[in-house]
Nanobody, 121 residues
Framework: QLQASGGGLVQAGCSLRLSCAAF????????MGWFRQAPGKEREFVTA????????YYADSVKGRFAISKDYAKNTVYLQMNSLKIEDTAVYYC????????????????WGKGTLVTVSS
């Protein structure tokens, strides 16, 4: 249902855009979000966008640097990551959720396979 791509190795301060290709009516049915998991750490919320696209939510650690968007025509969700930091290094996962709780995706219907982002100094 979901396929993430766009990860790679970048230097700190640079930008990267991740894509999450969805299938069927996923974008018009589910809240879409990005999570990440750094080595040795638990998976954490990064950002989410409402079904209508009118509302977005961000973790404090990425607010002002990352931006989530979606393109219904391409059936794709994007994560634009600017001013990357070493601590942004992680495997990034996209997800389709049935609801939001406290601004966080909850009751995940689908997970995409992760894409690795490595930020070097």
């Amino acid at each position: 249902q979901l396929q993430a791509s766009g990860g790679g190795l970048v230097q700190a301060g640079c930008s990267l855009r991740l894509s999450c290709a969805a299938f069927g009516r996923t974008l018009s049915t589910y809240i879409m979000g990005w999570f990440r998991q750094a080595p040795g750490k638990e998976r954490e919320f990064v950002t989410a966008i409402s079904v209508s696209g009118g509302s977005t939510y961000y973790a404090d650690s990425v607010k002002g640097r990352f931006a989530i968007s979606k393109d219904y025509a391409k059936n794709t969700v994007y994560l634009q990551m600017n001013s990357l930091k070493i601590e942004d290094t992680a495997v990034y996962y996209c997800a389709a959720a049935r609801t939001l709780v406290g601004g966080r995706p909850y009751d995940i219907a689908y997970w995409g396979k992760g894409t690795l982002v490595t930020v070097s100094s």
